[in-house]
């Protein structure tokens, strides 16, 4: 049908310059792909939505938003769409019956799974992954409107012809209508006739397929090649990136910085692979997205070892355009790649890659093995928050858990979610719990999400999460509840922090006790549920001193008193010191990093004491530079010493 299309609209008034007499082919074509695409399935997110629609804000059971692009734009969702809402683990079915944009839904849509205990949690909207289908009536001769024709629409009073060329343009939008008219049954689907084998003409175009064929988001790169995934150099670019400065799906889109012609990206076969054997003889149609620095320098190729066959040089400086190409791949064909380069030394943008069997390059979807990927990676997102599970408690179960700070009641209590405890935390107004996250650089102008699962009791008084990261503050505050609720913030980091800190505090009066376990801290994404930190790398050293303690510097490994280098960076979690033969004094025990005592932190074995451990509390852990020397300095009782002291350090480090 495209082929008539383009036939007809080539051939009306050939040669006429007059804009608004003559029929821009190609722009007709352009409109007739939108065309197609505005009819393909579409995918928003929660974390671009807004919350509320004319259903007022999202309350505690039903969630009311009004769904955007990532630009914050309308057009995605629209009256009678059918619409698939999931939050990773439950999902939600239903056809949209509210105005343009809006969407409400709540435990009466439920599909699978169970809904959440709070519709209105903004963790829960940000996680929320929306897939749109959208139902077009068939357009008649007489609707159809196309941005840029003469009075926006095509009509024989629009456009002069000569008689012949009119009664061409007349026959055929008629056959096209009337074959419409005449295919389907008063309830839309195809007339039986139609689909028996002995009524197909046998050279009728039976292999369209919009599945995608290559890995298209280009969201993610696991092995930090500068590639996305299923992707590779064409040529030799002198940069590539994922970059998030510009998108059409998702967060990011694959930068790529060509310094010649003809630089710029292939896909990978070894994550990507074509049967070549499959596509021989056949239709093969490629598309992408591209956003240039300069207009038209920028191709799409399909290469089949025989030949290839490119679009045109595209893009628009400033701007996202979609480029595409068709091959009838060879039937001799050895090879089969899909390429995208640019015509000149420039830096450009690609998204959004579909390339499908048939010849009409359909909307963009992911690749299936893409999503697979996509919804693991999201469910297993890196966690930044040491200690997150409370398994450390170096002072003991009736102290600060490992790298925790704060001035409530804490202690170890059995009955947590993950491991074999949580932290128990009683807290008196103005008084706090916290974590001051390491690398805190790392972080600055990107938008993290704490995370927690607590159990209040059933007090009045709401227990207040945040996150501060020394110029701004972000909080939540969660009422008591009857068992467990999971809780988050959302927080951009400023690009001045001076910290990153989450905390969970009292600011509403009165006493709160709270259970809390399964800290998380993600960059970008909502993290769907709680795993342990990985990023993180315990070390442990061990000191000795054989017979009476003196004032000095124990050894380390080897025999040595100098210190005992640490390679990568990293902080001090906690010392453990002990004694065969406990002293009648106190014998403290001091840890020094590059010869200066690190955060005035000691351990002290009183009176009798065998052994003693502390932690380093959470804004005392000053962060280790890379090869410091490490020391453990003994500063004896001045009378009854002990004998043969035994100091273990043990902190964690990150690459």
């Not at 259903?55 to 057009?75: A, E, K, M, P, Y």
């Not at 629009?158 to 096209?176: F, P, Q, R, Y």
């Not at 197909?200 to 988001?217: C, K, P, Q, R, T």
């Not at 070894?270 to 191709?299: H, I, M, N, P, Q």
Request: charged share 20%.
């Amino acid at each position: 049908m495209a082929g008539i299309f383009k036939w007809v609209f080539e051939n009306i008034a050939p040669g006429e310059t007059d804009p608004e007499k003559r029929v821009d082919a190609d722009r007709v074509m352009d409109n007739f792909y939108a065309l197609a695409r505005s009819n393909a399935n579409k995918r928003a997110l929660g974390a671009d939505a807004e919350d509320g629609n004319s259903n007022g804000v999202s309350t505690q059971d039903q969630c009311n938003i009004t769904v955007l692009t990532v630009d914050g734009v309308g057009g995605l969702l629209e009256l009678n769409d059918e619409v698939i809402v999931s939050d990773g683990t439950s999902v939600w079915s239903l056809t949209n019956v509210l105005t343009d944009d809006e969407l409400s839904f709540n435990d009466s849509h439920l599909a699978k799974g169970s809904g959440p205990s709070d519709y209105s949690d903004p963790g829960f909207i940000d996680g929320l992954d929306i897939k749109i289908t959208g139902f077009k009536d068939v357009l008649g001769k007489d609707q159809l409107i196309l941005a840029g024709s003469h009075a926006q629409k095509i009509t024989g009073e629009d456009i002069e012809t000569s008689a012949s060329d009119a009664k061409k343009l007349g026959v055929a939008v008629t056959d096209v209508q009337s074959q419409v008219d005449v295919s389907l049954e008063p309830n839309g689907s195809l007339k039986s006739a139609l689909v028996a084998v002995e009524n197909i003409a046998s050279d009728a175009m039976l292999e369209e397929n919009d599945g995608n064929l290559v890995f298209g988001m280009m969201e993610y790169d696991w092995d930090n090649d500068g590639y996305a995934n299923g992707w590779r150099a064409y040529n030799d670019p002198t940069g590539a990136e994922l970059s998030s400065e510009q998108s059409v799906f998702g967060d990011r889109s694959q930068k790529v910085t060509a310094s010649q012609p003809d630089d710029g990206i292939v896909n990978d076969p070894d994550e990507c692979r074509f049967d070549v054997a499959s596509y021989k003889g056949r239709g093969l149609s490629a598309a992408a997205y591209v956003y240039c620095s300069t207009d038209d320098t920028v191709v799409i190729e399909v290469y089949d070892g025989i030949g290839a066959s490119a679009s045109e040089a595209g893009g628009t400086a400033g701007a996202w355009e979609r480029i595409y190409v068709t091959r009838e791949i060879d039937g001799s064909a050895t090879d089969l790649q899909v390429r995208i380069y640019a015509t000149e030394a420039t830096v450009f943008y690609v998204d959004e890659v579909h390339v499908c069997l048939g010849r009409l390059p359909v909307g963009f979807h992911p690749h299936s093995d893409e999503q697979i990927r996509q919804n693991v990676s999201e469910a297993n997102l890196t966690n930044y928050c040491p200690n997150s599970g409370f398994a450390e408690w170096s002072s003991g179960d009736q102290s600060l858990p490992d790298l925790w700070g704060g001035n409530g009641a804490v202690q170890n209590n059995p009955n947590g979610l993950f491991g074999e405890g949580c932290a128990a935390v009683s807290f008196d107004i103005g008084e706090k719990f916290f974590m001051d996250v390491p690398k805190y650089r790392d972080f600055r102008e990107r938008t993290v999400y704490f995370n927690a699962y607590v159990q209040l009791d059933n007090g009045v008084n709401a227990l207040r999460m945040q996150v501060d990261d020394g110029v701004g503050t972000t909080y939540r505050d969660v009422v008591p509840g009857f068992g467990w609720q999971r809780r988050g913030v959302r927080h951009t980091v400023d690009p001045d922090a001076t910290m990153l800190r989450i905390s969970f505090e009292n600011q509403d009066g009165g006493n709160i006790t709270v259970l809390i376990d399964g800290v998380m801290l993600t960059v970008d994404r909502y993290p769907i549920g709680y795993k342990p930190a990985t990023v993180y790398k315990p070390f442990v050293v061990e000191f000795g001193l054989a017979g009476t303690v003196v004032d000095g510097f124990m050894e380390g490994p080897g025999g040595v008193t100098t210190g005992v280098p640490i390679p990568f960076p990293g902080i001090i979690q906690s010392l453990y010191v002990r004694e065969g033969v406990p002293g009648i004094g106190d014998d403290s025990f001091k840890v020094y990093v590059g010869g200066a005592l690190y955060a005035d932190y000691d351990v002290t074995l009183g009176n009798g004491e065998t052994g003693v451990s502390a932690g380093v509390a959470a804004a005392d852990a000053v962060e280790l530079t890379p090869g410091a020397y490490v020391q453990i300095y003994c500063d004896a009782a001045a009378m009854g010493a002990g004998s043969d002291a035994v100091a273990v350090l043990k902190g964690i480090t990150w690459v």
